[in-house]
C-alpha cells in the first residue's frame, strides 16, 4: 500500500470507495447516505472549496485501487478552541478495513498538519469511530450540542444587509455551525446553484455595535431544514447571539422552510435554547497534540 495525493483521475474512484454502487443510485438517495462524496460533480466542486481553504487530500492505493482516503484543512481563523488542523474525513473500503489503511492515512495527516505549522490535530468523529480515535491518541477537548427548532419570524428583527463572498469574515469567531473550519465552511456556501444544490442566504447582522454573519443553507432539495452558520465578534456576549439565532429562524421563515439546525458549542447553548433551539445529540470534539520535534 502507498499513500499518495489526491489528483482528478481519482475522483470516481474516491466515490466509489464512499457510496459503491453510486452509478446506479439516484442523486437524492446518494447526496442523503454519502453526503459530497456521492456525486463526482459535486466532490470536484467540494475539493475545489476545500483547496482554496488550504485543505490537503490524500489517497491509499493497494496497486492501482484506492483503498482509502482522507482529508486535512487548516483553520487559522478565530476559534473558541485555537488554531489546528482539522481532519475532515478519514474512510476506507469497507473490503479493506481492518488492515491499517486508516491509521496510515491519520500518520499522514498529521505530517501535513505539522508541516502547515499546526500542532493540533482535531476532528469530530461519530460515535462508532470515537474508539477508532481514541486508540491513536485523541482525547475531547470541547464538545457541542446539535440543536433544532421551529421557524418564525422574530417579534423584533435587527437590521440585515446581504453579504457577499468577498467579505469572510476572518476576524470573527464561528459561534455556531463549527463542523469544519470556518474559512472551508464559507467557500461551501458560494455556486451552490451550479451543481444543482439550493442557494443560500448570507446576511450581516446589525446588533448594537456589533456585526454578525448569519449564513443559512439547505442541505440539498430534498432536506426539510435548513442549517445555519454565525460568525460573531470574540467578545460578543450570549445576548447578542440569541438576536442572531432569532434573526436565522425568521429567515428561514421568509424562505419557507419550517425547521432550522445549528451545531453550537455548548457554553452558548443558553443563547439558542432562549430563542426556541432545542438539543438533539451532543458531539465530542477531539484533539491529538503533535509533537514539534517529531
Given at each position: ?21 453510486w452509478?446506479?443510485l439516484t442523486?437524492?438517495?446518494?447526496l442523503k ?9 459535486i ?14 487530500v ?20 478565530p476559534?473558541?478552541i ?5 481532519l ?7 473490503e ?5 489503511v ?29 474508539p ?11 464538545s ?8 418564525r ?9 446581504e453579504?457577499t ?39 450581516k ?13 439547505q442541505?440539498?432539495?430534498w ?16 445576548g ?10 425568521t ?19 443558553a ?16 484533539r491529538?497534540?503533535?509533537n514539534?520535534?517529531?
Open positions: 500500500m502507498k499513500i499518495v495525493s489526491m489528483s482528478p483521475e481519482f475522483i470516481e474512484d474516491v466515490v466509489s470507495i464512499h457510496c459503491p454502487k452509478r446506479e442523486l437524492e438517495y446518494r447516505e454519502c453526503g459530497y462524496w456521492g456525486d463526482p460533480r466532490f470536484s466542486w467540494y475539493l475545489e472549496a476545500l483547496y482554496s481553504a488550504g485543505g490537503k490524500i489517497i491509499a492505493l493497494d496497486g492501482d485501487d484506492v483503498v482509502g482516503e482522507a482529508e486535512v484543512v487548516p483553520e487559522r481563523f476559534t473558541p485555537g488554531k489546528h488542523a482539522y475532515q474525513m478519514v474512510w476506507v473500503k469497507r479493506a478495513r481492518r488492515a491499517g486508516g491509521r496510515a492515512l491519520v500518520r499522514e495527516c498529521e505530517s501535513i498538519s505539522k508541516n502547515m505549522g499546526l500542532y493540533n490535530l482535531d476532528t469530530i468523529p461519530t460515535r462508532e469511530a470515537t477508532f480515535f481514541l486508540e491513536l491518541g485523541f482525547r475531547e477537548v470541547e457541542q450540542i446539535l440543536m433544532e427548532a421551529h421557524s419570524p422574530a417579534p423584533e428583527q435587527p437590521k440585515v444587509e453579504a463572498r468577498e467579505e469572510f469574515p476572518a476576524s470573527a469567531q464561528m459561534i455556531a455551525g463549527q463542523t469544519r473550519p470556518s474559512s472551508f465552511l464559507w467557500e461551501l456556501l458560494w455556486e451552490r446553484e451550479e451543481i444543482g444544490l439550493p442557494s443560500p442566504r448570507v446576511v447582522v446589525r446588533v448594537g455595535m456589533w456585526q454578525l454573519i448569519v449564513a443559512l443553507f442541505p440539498t432539495k432536506d426539510d431544514h435548513l442549517y445555519t452558520l454565525i460568525w460573531a465578534p470574540m467578545k460578543v456576549g450570549l447578542q447571539i440569541f438576536n442572531s439565532a432569532e434573526v436565522s429562524l429567515l428561514a421563515y421568509e424562505m419557507g422552510i419550517e425547521k432550522v439546525r445549528t451545531q453550537t458549542w455548548c457554553k452558548y447553548r443563547a439558542f435554547e432562549g430563542a426556541g433551539f432545542e438539543p438533539i445529540t451532543r458531539l465530542r470534539w477531539m491529538k497534540e503533535l514539534k520535534k517529531g
